[in-house]
């Protein structure tokens, strides 16, 4: 496969309903850590905001369009629309609360079903409270995909396979079929012989509490 018929759509999952967060968490406001001090929003960037600043730096560097970015939304659809608004393409997932499968299975579905010339090759899906992972981990990930394309690309901290995951096209169907709790893991088990993980230490930070995004914060 060369480099011109390569075409990455990103699903990045925001669809939780943050219930161990006590609050709507991907709102939540990082103005305290010294990573984010480069923000032109630093006082009042959320953490939704600051991941997808982290995708979009690495889509422009590898010259993917932006429209490539889909946010897979569920319980708080309204508020993140209200936030990030057209700037991004938005999918309201009606099956989020039965479990992470039914949102990745909806959200590929609908980016297939999207009428256009240029097919997705792959799929990248990647969660929206990694909020640890930098440009430069996703350019690293999309490009070992661009080298080899025939394999699942994945991250790999602390000796475990995680998400971010990006999938070549004869994964799409079983991606379909996805359902309950259980996201897109099962599949980087099940295919290991085609797999190529790639070490990316801070894919392991994610924030479920509050007391998670303070421990980040303050590190």
């Not at 925001?14 to 990573?35: D, E, V, W, Y």
């Not at 480069?38 to 600051?50: F, G």
């Not at 990006?166 to 799409?172: A, D, R, S």
Request: hydrophobic share 40%; glycine share 4%.
């Amino acid at each position: 496969m060369s480099n011109s018929d390569y075409n990455l759509k990103i699903i990045l999952l925001a669809a939780g309903k943050s219930q161990r967060f006590n609050g709507i968490k991907l709102l939540s406001t990082l103005s305290s850590r010294q990573t984010l001090t480069t923000s032109p929003k630093k006082q009042s960037t959320t953490l939704i905001e600051h991941v997808l600043n982290q995708l979009n730096n690495a889509l422009q560097a590898l010259k993917i369009a932006d429209d490539n970015l889909l946010v897979a939304t569920g319980t708080y659809h309204q508020q993140l629309s209200a936030l990030i608004g057209e700037r991004h393409g938005l999918h309201y997932c009606e099956n989020a609360h039965l479990g992470l499968g039914h949102t990745i299975a909806q959200s590929v579905s609908e980016i297939l079903e999207v009428q256009s010339s240029a097919k997705p090759s792959h799929i990248m899906i990647t969660l929206a409270d990694q909020v640890a992972l930098t440009t430069d981990d996703y350019i690293r990930l999309i490009e070992q995909s661009l080298s080899t394309p025939n394999k699942l690309v994945c991250a790999k901290a602390e000796k475990e396979l995680m998400p971010p995951a990006i999938f070549p096209q004869h994964y799409f169907k079983e991606l379909t079929t996805l359902h309950g709790d259980k996201g897109a893991k099962a599949l980087l088990h099940k295919n290991k012989d085609n797999l190529q993980p790639v070490l990316l230490d801070k894919a392991a930070t994610d924030i479920d509490t509050q007391q998670d995004l303070i421990d980040w914060l303050e590190k």
